[in-house]
């Protein structure tokens, strides 16, 4: 039997991550490319309206953004944030390469949940190979949960900035162990993306892109999920096929509920998705971005509320931290469970969940108060962003992560997703 050569190898990696990744598609049967979206006009921009409200981070205060946008609930499209950031030069492929090669990215999920990850090197492959990237209807997209958790690959944090508008970060108080998955490095070929969802625990996400152009839809937070997610026999939930099958109906005159906002995000700009909206991303060229997910007093209370029915353990100590931290938003909390509560015992004990269990202590702290807003809003000020350097593991969850009711997202989720198979 000869040596395989070093090709080979590459080759015999990127097949076993995208076996994994998509067990139903076999490569040999050439099914990663049956649709020919490659082929395609699914890029095209023609005729697309993108009539995002844009604004340069420069005009825009940290109380204006949270008073005409975050408190709103309305997306925005914010330029110039990241004017100053090092990874403006150092997020290219020549670059990353070169620093986090031999780095192993989450690229999918398997069938049990485990993450399937690539090193950067065989990505980078991957993503200009004409049997693979260049003609896979939905090519394998990094989106990666970790980078900031793991030794190797940390040193990206000090690489961009949390823009001051979203540095409120509530999560922050539940403890690094135990906040919930909250930013992702993303980066992906044409035509990977994130298929339509809502954001997890009903969290406002920010999402900053270096390179590429990103397309975006938009609909709002009440849009009934069967509208937007048809089922359409022999189409599946990449986030390609929802732009090549279903877009073209919210054009139509019968499209039953609200019109999507289309955004074509340009390098250098971050959308702003307050929580509750729909949103679908298709990379239109090989695109490098950084998102991040966070509750803020905004949109505290409807985060707090998802929070407690799903992470019920993860709140109680969210709680008890916030006593200490902020009051003010520790008292909203405790009043909700304790209605909560009250509805699960008057209506006779079939009560939802655990959390009406783990209270104690009692709120005497003082509260130090909202994150400030200071006047200026643009990057070069100082970050908060490096606050965790936690090596979460197994309950890491999820990039794009819906994991609210919807189960609507491809790449994001489940507790052991983060853990590859054979991590310890
Ligand atoms: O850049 C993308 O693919 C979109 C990311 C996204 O929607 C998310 O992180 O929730
Ligand atoms: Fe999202």
Redesign the pocket.
């Given at each position: 039997m000869g040596e395989t050569s070093p090709r080979e190898e590459i080759e015999k990696k990127i097949c076993t991550a995208k076996r994994a990744a998509r067990s139903e598609l076999s490569i040999s049967r050439r099914e990663w490319c049956k649709n020919g979206y490659a082929h395609s006009n699914v890029l095209s921009t023609d005729g697309l309206l993108d009539v995002a409200e844009r604004t340069r981070c420069q005009d825009l205060s940290v109380s204006d953004f949270v008073k005409l946008y975050e408190q709103p609930r309305l997306p925005v499209v914010i330029t110039g944030l990241a004017d100053a950031w090092p990874a403006k030069n150092e997020w290219t492929e020549h670059h990353l390469e070169e620093r986090f090669g031999q780095h192993r990215f989450k690229v999918g999920t398997d069938d049990d949940g485990y993450a399937v990850r690539l090193e950067l090197c065989h990505f980078l492959h991957y993503m200009q190979s004409p049997n693979h990237a260049l003609v896979d209807d939905s090519p394998l997209?990094i989106?990666d949960a970790t980078f900031g958790d793991r030794h190797s690959s940390r040193s990206m944090l000090n690489d961009y900035k949390i823009p001051p508008y979203f540095r409120e970060d509530l999560f922050q108080f539940a403890g690094k162990h135990r906040r919930p998955p909250h930013r992702?490095f993303?980066m992906g070929p044409a035509r990977s993306?994130?298929s339509l969802?809502i954001?997890p625990l009903a969290t406002n996400?920010w999402?900053t892109l270096i390179k590429g152009r990103?397309r975006w839809a938009l609909f709002p937070p009440g849009t009934p999920k069967k509208a937007v997610l048809p089922s359409i026999l022999g189409v599946d939930s990449e986030a390609v096929s929802w732009f090549y099958h279903v877009y073209p109906y919210t054009q139509s005159a019968d499209w039953p509920t609200a019109k999507p906002i289309d955004i074509i995000q340009e390098a250098g700009e971050t959308v702003f998705?307050p929580g509750g909206w729909w949103?679908a991303?298709l990379?239109l060229e090989t695109?490098i971005?950084v998102?991040h997910?966070y509750a803020s007093s905004s949109n505290f209370l409807r985060v707090w509320k998802h929070s407690l029915r799903s992470r019920p353990k993860m709140s109680a100590k969210w709680l008890l931290a916030l006593r200490q931290q902020r009051s003010d938003l520790a008292a909203i909390a405790q009043e909700n469970r304790d209605r909560d509560c009250l509805g699960a015992f008057t209506h006779s004990s079939t009560s939802s969940s655990s959390s009406c269990s783990t209270s104690s202590s009692s709120s005497t702290s003082t509260s130090t108060s909202s994150s400030s807003t200071s006047s200026s809003s643009c990057s070069s000020s100082t970050s908060s962003s490096t606050s965790s350097t936690s090596t979460s593991t197994s309950s890491e969850g999820c990039?794009?992560?819906v994991e609210v009711a919807d189960d609507s997202?491809t790449a994001?989720r489940r507790k052991t997703e983060d853990s590859c198979r054979g991590d310890g």
């Open positions: 997209y989106f992702w993303v993306g994130s969802h954001d996400a999402n990103k998705v949103h991303v990379n695109t971005a998102t997910n990039p794009n992560s997202h994001k």
